[in-house]
């Protein structure tokens, strides 16, 4: 893969400027990144004017990281202990409740699976940490979606594409729309075979201490006409809710 060198250039300037809590002037910026004077200058300003370094005024201006990078790191270390508190528990509960067991957060229009956990028999499956699946036909994203502050979902349903990947994929949005309520009726989504013929998921919303959306939780298991998928559902929205207190949600609060 070919790699922006813009972008790179950037990124190269965040890391001197970090690691110099006096600051790194544009001259040195330059000389550590064997870069022309006006290239450095476009890249510094642009990230002056984005909040992402301060410009601190001496004999030379000199760059520090500022407040809006502060934000982007304070918000990696919190989701890195937001995992740290639910693995233990996502781990135990594979194995409670014998199926794999996913966590995913929105990435766009699609979820990301940030941790996957499997009982000591798992069902193979596919899904891998790291992947990216769609949000409309998926119990996961439908949980996400259903939970999303509403302004964020008409711009998400205008920008999915919707693919038909089973017989009973939904792809109509005012269809969706009706399934999402449904879904914040009875606190989880089911993916009935929507995603993979053979698959059958239930997800279920988790929330942090602001009270805001952090991901979804769900469930994954083979189809079986024996399965009674709202009882399944049930546990998997206590499992959610419980980590959602977990991390400090206080329920009525968002």
């Not at 910026?29 to 300003?45: E, H, M, N, Q, W």
């Not at 030379?60 to 937001?82: C, F, W």
């Not at 509960?93 to 995913?104: Q, R």
């Not at 998926?138 to 979902?153: D, R, V």
């Amino acid at each position: 893969m070919k790699l922006n060198r813009t972008a790179q250039r950037t990124i190269e300037i965040l890391e001197i400027i970090s690691q110099k809590p006096e600051g790194a002037s544009l001259d040195e910026l330059c000389g550590r990144l064997d870069l022309p004077k006006t290239s450095a200058y476009d890249i510094v300003t642009t990230l002056e004017t984005l909040g992402m370094v301060h410009a601190d005024w001496g004999q030379k201006k000199r760059y520090t990281i500022g407040l809006t990078a502060y934000r982007i790191g304070i918000n990696y270390t919190n989701n890195l202990n937001i995992m740290n508190v639910m693995e233990p528990e996502l781990k135990k509960f594979a194995h409670e409740i014998g199926k794999t067991v996913f966590f995913g957060v929105r990435s766009d229009c699609e979820v990301v699976y940030i941790c996957k956990f499997e009982p000591e028999n798992p069902i193979i499956t596919t899904a891998t940490v790291g992947s990216r699946i769609p949000m409309y036909c998926t119990s996961l994203g439908k949980a996400i979606l259903a939970y999303s502050e509403p302004e964020i979902l008409q711009q998400l349903l205008k920008r999915m594409d919707f693919v038909k990947r089973t017989e009973r994929t939904i792809t109509d949005p005012d269809r969706l729309m009706e399934e999402l309520e449904q879904v914040r009726e009875q606190g989880y989504a089911l993916d009935a075979r929507e995603m993979e013929e053979h698959a059958e998921c239930v997800g279920a919303p988790v929330f942090g201490a602001d009270g805001n959306l952090v991901g979804a939780v769900s469930v994954s298991t083979l189809y079986r006409d024996a399965v009674n998928y709202e009882e399944l559902g049930q546990i998997v929205s206590g499992k959610a809710k419980k980590l959602s207190e977990m991390l400090g949600y206080i329920r009525g609060r968002g």
